[in-house]
């Protein structure tokens, strides 16, 4: 009860900087039709409702707590504007669907920062898990990690058929996925593709993610959205309250694990991180990134 | 404890009237062997001590209060019959398994009416999920709705190859399965099946249902009941004690769950239904019966 | 708590007698190298830090307490070496791998010696199952009953592709899984297999036991152990601190269900097991055994 008390203040605690306006100018609603802030454009078709959310930081659309911001603030805004009754998630940038988290936020961080970023990822989880626009990913490219646990938190997943991979590979960092990434997980796939995806960090193709239930479909790379979007025209019909209301009684368990050890998360997270055997782990995985692949 | 209290009070304070005999008259056991109400035909082989249970109630077995009613008693007769070792649940109707919930018990309803429909559906759900009788479905038409949870509760599902669907489509109706439709359907198919197909109602046909799980076979339109039959051969010849304390274990956490909020889940679906919008939705449905199909 | 507590002070109790050198010699970590009790055979490549164990208790590699207490300590004697990061499991016995529980500890047994053998089985599969070293089965025969709760307690599981079988098949003996095997086959396969399986004590093919992901691969009889030496390589290049730390989380809870509650599921099995009717099922089924087969 306590638990759950504090974790609600420290839910608006977080929420508030989020929606200042330093990360995203004051703007009408009716602007959102066609809105950017360089890295997230989002584009609202009236006709239909479905909002189109592409990530546009190059080079890898990377999750620094800039890009969680302006992810949480545009669906925020997305879920208040009563034109828009759906979502499609996809990127901009060719090739990649997101690399998920920043690795420049996890190595050597100052831990206020790092327990800010935890805590702004924790709060896009939320809102976008439980999302009432029926979110469908449209994975255009490569999707590890974060990038993962984004595609995996909507509720359709249509997949680019190209050479593209995806995967919760935080092993392979030397870091451990916490339990809500694994949650989320287990509700795609079954348990016993979790424990051994999640030990060797799998990154699936796109052949295998489709076998296995990690993605719903594959199309050619270039029909993603489109595919995504024909999809959530079906989902559209269903009448939307019973459609909102069934999805919150499957989905709210899930969130309310987090909800409720929101703090202890982050602070399992930040002390994990900040030892030095894991640092250095992540100095050494950033030392092999600037060398040229052979 | 008080929760857990109140609720076993309740089911007896339910269990009285349905008991009376004013829905089944009082008749010996030796009766049982060939027995019918005018809704539910019953028929026992003494060699095999299987139970062949036909749902005989035009159009589309649709399930009321009395059916319901007349369900439990046939089924609690049979439990208590040390001659019936299994069961097989059927149609006698051509075309139609179940069509589920009687949509004329959920329109315009009167409340305690209401309230006690839905006691009775979670009594006979209760009962039938934990039959030690190993109750086989053969589904042998259509299975929308309730018809797909009494499929879904029973130990193993055949169901005719014909151009048949069945599915939890609830929420096409504009209504909310309640949590234990859900956790009925998440013990047959996976996860992520349950939210997609929950969400959007989808109405599986045969072989898309075989194919996720939610059926266990297919056999030509005639056969369901033999083949239903031939598999309960198998299911007897395990030690009954061992294969029924088996089951016990496995499916009384998830009947656990409903016995100990049950009045809590009338409460709620009761409140949610007698809302104007779900109710205008029903008429709206119901307005739509009436035009002739396209 | 206090049971947890009761739990952590009976296991102590337990362990203590299976660390005297009454089951074991006590010999220099060095000899781990190549070790034999003459019946749980173990030998350590130094080089890839792979040990591989051999169960060689003829005829039929059966549990019982003193193979139960022999296996234990070769898996805690090779998570105490510091030059072994993994383990296969496989038997040197032709065409089995473990025929499961030794029936004569179950058939008229002294009580206490019946209860110190539960918890024998109790700390082998708790070590086993939340064992760092990513232990991999590599079952070369028929895997009944407790041989397939050892093998689903693994990481990964390459069978035989001859003619043997896998599967929980207590009920056909009259007896009931406990509910940490069903837990463990739970996180293997799908509900829907774990509830039909166990009620019907069904044994699978190796060709099935791979359809429903019983098993994650299958090689030709002679090459289980190579095969699963290869996969061990794969796993041991994963940074072994996140591996070990992704594996803990996921299953802990799991080995916690039956941690929490070790005493009442021995008294529940004493219980059950020493029950006439139970007592009279065994002795039929050890009479069956003698009789030559059709």
């Known amino acids: 009860m306590m ?15 989020i929606l200042q306006p330093r990360y995203w100018p004051a703007r009408s609603l009716a602007a959102v039709a066609g809105s950017s802030t360089g890295h997230v454009d989002v584009s609202l078709d009236e006709t239909t409702g479905i909002a189109i959310l592409r990530m546009n930081k190059k080079p890898v659309n990377s999750l620094n707590l800039d890009m969680l911001t302006e992810l949480t603030i545009a669906l925020d805004k ?30 050597q961080p100052e831990r206020g920062r790092l327990a800010e970023f ?9 809102k976008l898990y439980a999302s009432p626009l029926a979110p469908a990913a449209a994975i255009n490219g490569h999707s590890p990690a974060g990038g993962c646990l984004m595609a995996m938190s909507c509720d359709y997943r249509v997949m680019a058929s ?42 699936y193709t796109s ?20 595919a995504a979007r024909q999809e959530l ?23 309310e694990r987090l909800a409720a050890r929101q703090d202890q998360d982050i602070e399992n997270f ?3 991180l900040l030892k030095d055997s894991i640092q250095k782990g992540l100095g050494r995985y950033l030392e092999s990134l600037k060398k040229p692949k052979k």
């Open 3 to 17: 638990a759950l008390r504090r974790a609600l203040i420290s839910t608006q605690h977080v929420c508030r900087p």
């Open 78 to 107: 997305l879920e208040s504007d009563n034109r828009c009754n759906g979502l499609v998630i996809t990127s901009a940038v060719p090739k990649i669907f997101s690399a998920g988290l920043d690795i420049l936020e996890l190595y």
């Open 118 to 126: 935890w805590r702004a990822l924790q709060n896009f989880w939320m």
């Open 162 to 203: 190209g050479n593209y991979t995806i995967g919760l590979n935080e092993t392979l960092l030397g870091i451990v996925a916490p339990f809500w990434f694994v949650d989320t997980m287990r509700n795609v796939i079954s348990q016993r593709h979790c424990e051994k995806s999640l030990q060797l960090g799998t990154m």
């Open 207 to 226: 052949a295998d993610a489709l076998k296995i239930g990690l993605v719903d479909s594959l199309v050619s790379d270039t029909d993603t959205v489109e």
């Open 233 to 255: 025209l079906n989902w559209l019909k269903v009448p939307g309250y019973a459609r909102q209301l069934t999805k919150e009684q499957m989905r709210k368990p899930t969130v």
């Open 270 to 272: 930040v002390s994990f």
